[in-house]
């Protein structure tokens, strides 16, 4: 595995590396998609980069407050930024917030931007899979299948790649969709009702989730839920755009009246 990744004199943790690539190419795309959906480009920018900032300050700042009494005695250590000391689900959360409240202020359509978000999400989860992958992060439970790969003394699932295929996979659908005449919000639903399908099936290989009783991965649960309201919210979104079927009509020559 390659937790760093030497650049000249200097190193870069993969997974930092994976993360700056997955933002940047996902911005990208979804750029572009913003384009083809008379939405302005700069917006997605704007977005991701104000996510982003949100989430990695209060990933941070969260982090230290559960663990304060560690930074009693050199309390500048609290800026020092590094994958193990964020809490991102809680971080995640903050920056999602702060995404909506300035889509809400920009007065951009949220739903047809999120449309324009969804591939490029798809391939960022697939380059941030590949990083864990490359890092040793995420890793997956003991297993003899031909495929396994040596990590942490055992032969292992390698389920960074099943994510990574999942999502590169879910990101070539989602193009073809896109291609569609579709109702605002439906391609966005698809990614996420493809991407926590997949969750459900790959997590169950993965050796570092917590488990459930019952055998489940709390990811799995997550991921199970998500599915289930994406597909809810498709359905409703199906059944709002069927038109009621037209009346029969008797023919002409039955309204005529007799001469």
Not at 84 to 111: E, F, K, M, N, W
Not at 124 to 129: C, G, I, S, Y
Request: charged share 15%.
């Amino acid at each position: 595995m390659y937790p760093v990744i030497p650049i000249g004199p200097a190193t870069i943790q993969t997974a930092i590396a994976a993360l700056i690539v997955a933002i940047w190419l996902g911005t990208t795309i979804a750029e572009r998609e913003c384009g083809r959906r008379a939405l302005n480009g700069d917006d997605a920018w704007s977005v991701v980069m104000l996510a982003a900032a949100v989430t990695v300050v209060a990933a941070r700042l969260i982090y230290a407050l559960q663990n304060f009494p560690a930074y009693e005695s050199d309390w500048i250590e609290i800026f020092a930024l590094t994958p193990g000391t964020l809490s991102l689900d809680a971080g995640l959360v903050c920056g999602l917030i702060a995404a909506y409240a300035y889509v809400q202020h920009r007065r951009v359509p949220l739903a047809r931007f999120a449309d324009a978000f969804a591939p490029g999400a798809l391939v960022a989860l697939a380059v941030l899979a590949l990083g864990q992958f490359l890092s040793g992060d995420a890793y997956g439970a003991p297993t003899k299948v031909p495929w396994a790969v040596n990590l942490y003394g055992e032969t292992r699932h390698p389920v960074q790649l099943y994510d990574a295929f999942a999502a590169l996979l879910g990101f070539v659908l989602a193009r073809r969709w896109a291609r569609r005449r579709l109702t605002d919000g439906t391609l966005a639903l698809f990614a996420a009702a493809w991407y926590s399908a997949a969750r459900v099936l790959i997590d169950a290989f993965r050796g570092n989730a917590a488990v459930l009783p019952g055998g489940y991965r709390t990811t799995q649960v997550i991921a199970l839920g998500v599915l289930i309201a994406a597909l809810w919210l498709l359905g409703k979104s199906v059944t709002g755009n069927e038109r009621p079927a037209t009346e029969s009509r008797p023919p002409s020559s039955v309204l005529r009246p007799p001469p």
